[in-house]
């Protein structure tokens, strides 16, 4: 099977216990499903499992892989993912359930795959409000990875048929409860050793605490992060051979040190690429490479991130 081709026959059920226990057993499966929010509907799958969250991408249509929020029903599961400092606990006590995304330090044994966090070592984190994405969340048990749930570059979507008309035959189901309640994206912000910076404007305009100089500055394109995952070592891509002092990276008929798919599927790239960089990193090798990735499907987005990762740094 290959899953990043397969179409689906998309449905739309209606929020209640039997559209929640289909939704669950999607997820259980490892695929997308739509489900709203108190701010956006967004597109969930299990955050623990990597090649589910490549289907996200894929589904998406997303040409890199920027890092998703992963939302939890309660500050004891979140504090089970990242570390929370006296600041943290306050802005979650303040503000949980609701649309306010805290950006905190991935703790070691948290279980989330790594393209949920694009291979940083930070993670996004938020419980809704909304009682359709904690039923989900209930009856999964697990972390949900949730982007806003449109096609890449087109708006947010706020109704089940805005996702149809974006997402339909790229996932199995949407969950529909109407529109949502606040129609914008969650407000961002990273807590840390220099304070709580703002990383996107969302619906909770007052935070009640200071907020530091963004120093990273620069905001890109919006949504989109200004620091990126790049490994320690020089990185070379389209690398058919190992030379000597390198750690290649395999991909199909490119057997490597380790491989990021030996069967050629996209998808188990996708999901393993964060994994095999740093492992990469960690090997005695002074040198990486990087076996060709066909430049279609998620491999535009592979292929994206590994560019940026070779970019020479300044
Ligand atoms: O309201 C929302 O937040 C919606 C609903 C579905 O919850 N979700 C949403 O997710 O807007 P998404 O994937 O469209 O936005 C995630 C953004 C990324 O673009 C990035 O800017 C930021 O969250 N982000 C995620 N992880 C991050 C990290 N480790 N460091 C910095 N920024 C991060
Ligand atoms: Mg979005």
């Known amino acids: ?34 489900v709203p929010t108190e701010t956006v509907y967004g597109l969930a799958a299990d955050a623990t499992n990597g090649e589910a969250v490549a289907r996200i991408y894929w589904a998406k249509g997303r040409p ?12 004891d599961a979140a504090e089970r993912i990242a570390s929370f400092d006296h600041t943290a606990r306050d802005l979650a006590g303040r503000f949980w359930p609701g649309p306010l995304t805290l950006v905190l330090p991935l703790r070691g044994e948290s279980g989330i795959a790594s393209l949920v966090t694009a291979g940083l070592a930070t993670v996004a984190l938020r419980v809704p409000a909304h009682q359709a994405m904690r039923d989900l969340l209930a009856a999964t048990g697990r972390p949900l990875a949730a982007p806003s749930a449109n096609a890449s570059g ?20 949407i969950l529909d ?16 050793p220099e304070g709580v910076r703002l990383l996107r404007p969302g619906p909770i305009a007052d ?36 030379r000597p002092g390198e750690w290649l990276i395999g991909f ?23 994994d ?24 535009t987005a592979i292929n994206d991130r590994l560019r940026r990762a070779a970019a020479p740094r300044g």
């Not at 100089?213 to 020089?234: F, I, M, T, W």
């Not at 002074?286 to 491999?299: F, K, N, S």
């Open 1 to 34: 099977m290959e899953p990043q081709n397969q179409p689906f026959e998309t449905r739309i059920v209606p929020y209640d216990e039997a559209g929640i226990a289909e939704a669950a057993r999607l997820i259980a499966d490892g695929l997308p499903v739509a």
């Open 64 to 75: 890199r892989f920027n890092p998703l929020i992963v939302h939890v029903g309660s500050l």
């Open 154 to 173: 087109r708006l947010s979507a706020t109704r089940a048929e805005h996702v149809l008309a974006g997402l339909g035959g790229r996932i199995p189901l």
């Open 177 to 192: 409860a109407g529109a949502t309640e606040l129609g914008l994206e969650s407000t961002i912000v990273a807590v840390g």
């Open 207 to 242: 935070l009640g605490v200071a907020l530091a100089d963004n120093r990273s500055g620069r905001v890109e394109a919006p949504g989109q992060l200004a620091s990126h995952y790049a490994p320690a070592k020089p990185l070379r891509l389209d690398a058919s051979e190992r």
């Open 252 to 274: 199909g008929t490119v057997a490597g040190d380790s491989t990021l798919s030996a069967s050629g599927d996209l998808v188990e790239a996708a999901a393993s690429l964060f």
């Open 276 to 299: 095999r960089l740093h492992e990469a990193e960690a090997s005695g090798a002074g040198r990486i490479a990087v076996a060709p990735i066909p430049d279609e499907g998620l491999g």
